[in-house]
């Protein structure tokens, strides 16, 4: 047991509500229509409790009695997944039917599922929440525009489960929830369930399985909660566009608030997407998930799902002020007397979190879209090899090929004994989540930016004067300043930029508070032989990353990438 105190012997007593009581179905005015909806789907309803949209009070009192949940000193509930303590890529499939299966990317990232297996799957999740006690029911919307969202229904067997999508998902008013009709999208949460490793198609004892013709998704082997969160997301990644279309978007965004500007962020983890969309002077739409309609802008999400890793209220005020009665902390390590968690403690895992409503951001714009179409479009990268600049103003062709190329990069950990940063190539930014060809979502993309003339820029929130173990990572007041010159329209007016050698980038000579050495790559390092066999190395992954691509998009994108 870790020295923290992490699951501490501690025995937490019993929390009950006022007088001993506790909220139970018959009490609920919203279950009693549901019941032959749930005993047709195999439920044994003379068995099981359902809690149906229970209040978080009651879900925090059934997890400290029946999961070994605590607490936290700042009064946010403190849960863990058990093994899990992530998602499981190789382990996620699409059923292969004939409704979607034309649309499909398949691969890797989509692995085909036979409907006999996943039907097998359904029936053994079913029968697992059959055995149990409880089993919570939450109806909420993915979508905060009403014409464009679906009706989602999960049912689990863990109220931490409850109470992480009740946070992730759009919580209905009670005259919604009473209307609610039948869900256009089910989640079976069995993860405390093992697949049948036995059964075709299954490869380990873990399997998270969507299918779009019966629109449900079924997970097994797994107690990790954001993957109902990806699922809910890969839905809308491919009902979007498919059905209404509109581009589904892995980013964050925010609009002005007296211009009304939007801005989105695209970037992968560590690129800085949630803390530079977190602005003081602009409301945030949302931190991760988004569709850009026909009208605007909106967040696909009800909440944020925020990593707390070396989490403080100086870097982070936002977030670590988030974490209060409601919000979840899954996996964080914690203080056994006083219960305040420890943000730097990595025993558990480096992938602890927080899911909170959105309104506990206080500059959140409620409901959370905009009907302005984007102004701005910010790609963010983390360079550890410290050749791009730190801001570059891109082409529209320029745009697509980043957009599909999707490149960060990762510092190695010391216990590899790797010295050199490893890069990451996640087309579209969201190469998990992607169910339709990447081009597809690029070529709409694309279009999108024509039609609104939006301007895109590259962001490069990784190293400046050397590469990963020589410079320095770019200092996030300058960054923030970059991103200041964007949003007030200094960058977009300025006509004082040259060409960044072999990309081909066109970076400004003068950003406001941002010293000028730092905009170009070359001069901030002092050595131009070390400065170009880097820059030639990342040119050359770029190469072999984008392979991939080069029967699939016009010949203008792939122009528009590194040149050697």
Same mark, same amino acid.
């Given at each position: 047991?870790?020295?923290?105190?992490?699951?501490?012997?501690?025995?937490?007593?019993?929390?009950?509500?006022?007088?001993?009581?506790?909220?139970?179905?018959?009490?609920?005015?919203?279950?009693?229509?549901?019941?032959?909806?749930?005993?047709?789907?195999?439920?044994?309803?003379?068995?099981?409790?359902?809690?149906?949209?229970?209040?978080?009070?009651?879900?925090?009192?059934?997890?400290?009695?029946?999961?070994?949940?605590?607490?936290?000193?700042?009064?946010?509930?403190?849960?863990?997944?058990?093994?899990?303590?992530?998602?499981?890529?190789?382990?996620?499939?699409?059923?292969?039917?004939?409704?979607?299966?034309?649309?499909?990317?398949?691969?890797?990232?989509?692995?085909?599922?036979?409907?006999?297996?996943?039907?097998?799957?359904?029936?053994?999740?079913?029968?697992?929440?059959?055995?149990?006690?409880?089993?919570?029911?939450?109806?909420?919307?993915?979508?905060?525009?009403?014409?464009?969202?679906?009706?989602?229904?999960?049912?689990?067997?863990?109220?931490?489960?409850?109470?992480?999508?009740?946070?992730?998902?759009?919580?209905?008013?009670?005259?919604?929830?009473?209307?609610?009709?039948?869900?256009?999208?089910?989640?079976?949460?069995?993860?405390?369930?093992?697949?049948?490793?036995?059964?075709?198609?299954?490869?380990?004892?873990?399997?998270?399985?969507?299918?779009?013709?019966?629109?449900?998704?079924?997970?097994?082997?797994?107690?990790?909660?954001?993957?109902?969160?990806?699922?809910?997301?890969?839905?809308?990644?491919?009902?979007?566009?498919?059905?209404?279309?509109?581009?589904?978007?892995?980013?964050?965004?925010?609009?002005?608030?007296?211009?009304?500007?939007?801005?989105?962020?695209?970037?992968?983890?560590?690129?800085?997407?949630?803390?530079?969309?977190?602005?003081?002077?602009?409301?945030?739409?949302?931190?991760?998930?988004?569709?850009?309609?026909?009208?605007?802008?909106?967040?696909?999400?009800?909440?944020?799902?925020?990593?707390?890793?070396?989490?403080?209220?100086?870097?982070?005020?936002?977030?670590?002020?988030?974490?209060?009665?409601?919000?979840?902390?899954?996996?964080?390590?914690?203080?056994?007397?006083?219960?305040?968690?420890?943000?730097?403690?990595?025993?558990?895992?480096?992938?602890?979190?927080?899911? =909170?409503?959105?309104?506990?951001?206080?500059?959140?714009? *409620? %409901?959370?879209?905009?009907? /302005?179409? &984007?102004?701005? $479009?910010?790609?963010?990268?983390?360079?550890?090899?410290?050749?791009?600049?730190?801001?570059?103003?891109?082409?529209?062709?320029?745009?697509?090929?980043?957009?599909?190329?999707?490149?960060?990069?990762?510092?190695?950990?010391?216990?590899?004994?790797?010295?050199?940063?490893?890069?990451?190539?996640?087309?579209?930014?969201?190469?998990?989540?992607?169910?339709?060809?990447?081009?597809?979502?690029?070529?709409?993309?694309?279009?999108?930016?024509?039609?609104?003339?939006?301007?895109?820029?590259?962001?490069?929130?990784?190293?400046?004067?050397?590469?990963?173990?020589?410079?320095?990572?770019?200092?996030?007041?300058?960054?923030?300043?970059?991103?200041?010159?964007?949003?007030?329209?200094?960058?977009?007016?300025?006509?004082? =930029?040259?060409?960044?050698?072999?990309?081909?980038?066109? *970076? %400004?000579?003068?950003?406001? /508070?941002? &010293?000028?050495? $730092?905009?170009?790559?070359?001069?901030?390092?002092?050595?131009?032989?070390?400065?170009?066999?880097?820059?030639?190395?990342?040119?050359?992954?770029?190469?072999?990353?984008?392979?991939?691509?080069?029967?699939?998009?016009?010949?203008?994108?792939?122009?528009?990438?590194?040149?050697?």
């Amino acid at each position: 047991m870790p020295a923290s105190g992490y699951r501490s012997t501690y025995v937490t007593p019993h929390i009950l509500g006022a007088g001993g009581h506790f909220y139970d179905e018959a009490e609920n005015p919203f279950l009693g229509r549901d019941l032959e909806y749930f005993s047709k789907a195999g439920f044994d309803m003379e068995k099981i409790h359902l809690r149906h949209n229970a209040p978080v009070s009651q879900l925090y009192e059934e997890a400290i009695r029946n999961e070994g949940a605590v607490i936290s000193s700042s009064g946010a509930l403190i849960n863990f997944s058990g093994k899990k303590t992530g998602r499981s890529p190789k382990d996620k499939r699409i059923v292969y039917e004939e409704t979607s299966r034309d649309n499909i990317w398949w691969g890797p990232v989509n692995i085909k599922l036979d409907e006999h297996t996943f039907e097998i799957n359904r029936e053994r999740a079913i029968d697992y929440l059959n055995t149990r006690e409880f089993v919570y029911v939450f109806d909420g919307f993915a979508g905060w525009d009403p014409k464009y969202r679906i009706k989602v229904r999960v049912i689990c067997a863990r109220a931490y489960h409850a109470l992480f999508m009740n946070n992730m998902l759009i919580r209905p008013t009670p005259e919604e929830l009473e209307n609610f009709g039948e869900p256009d999208f089910v989640i079976y949460n069995a993860g405390q369930f093992p697949a049948n490793r036995l059964t075709y198609g299954m490869t380990s004892t873990t399997s998270v399985e969507i299918n779009f013709k019966r629109m449900e998704m079924v997970i097994l082997g797994t107690e990790y909660a954001g993957e109902m969160k990806k699922g809910v997301f890969s839905v809308m990644h491919y009902l979007q566009p498919v059905k209404f279309g509109h581009l589904s978007l892995h980013s964050s965004a925010n609009v002005g608030k007296e211009k009304e500007d939007v801005t989105l962020f695209f970037g992968l983890s560590g690129t800085g997407k949630t803390t530079l969309s977190a602005d003081p002077h602009r409301d945030l739409i949302g931190d991760d998930e988004h569709v850009w309609s026909d009208t605007g802008v909106f967040n696909i999400e009800g909440g944020c799902y925020a990593k707390t890793i070396d989490l403080s209220a100086e870097k982070e005020p936002e977030i670590f002020n988030a974490i209060r009665f409601g919000s979840i902390l899954e996996n964080v390590v914690y203080h056994p007397l006083s219960r305040v968690p420890d943000y730097n403690d990595v025993t558990i895992t480096e992938n602890t979190r927080c899911a =909170y409503p959105i309104e506990y951001i206080p500059n959140a714009r *409620i %409901p959370c879209l905009s009907e /302005r179409h &984007p102004t701005n $479009i910010i790609m963010l990268t983390c360079d550890a090899f410290g050749v791009l600049p730190p801001v570059s103003k891109l082409s529209p062709e320029q745009a697509s090929y980043h957009f599909l190329a999707g490149y960060t990069s990762k510092t190695p950990g010391t216990e590899d004994g790797v010295l050199e940063p490893v890069p990451t190539f996640s087309t579209c930014y969201s190469a998990p989540f992607i169910v339709l060809h990447p081009n597809h979502y690029a070529t709409m993309l694309a279009d999108r930016m024509k039609a609104t003339n939006a301007h895109c820029w590259l962001v490069n929130t990784g190293w400046v004067g050397g590469k990963y173990g020589r410079g320095s990572r770019c200092p996030l007041k300058h960054t923030r300043a970059i991103i200041d010159a964007i949003h007030s329209g200094e960058l977009a007016q300025s006509t004082d =930029y040259t060409t960044f050698p072999v990309f081909g980038l066109q *970076i %400004p000579t003068k950003v406001s /508070r941002v &010293p000028d050495e $730092i905009l170009d790559p070359r001069r901030a390092w002092n050595n131009d032989a070390g400065f170009e066999k880097e820059l030639r190395k990342l040119a050359g992954m770029f190469h072999k990353a984008f392979k991939m691509f080069e029967t699939n998009v016009d010949e203008k994108i792939m122009l528009a990438g590194p040149t050697l």
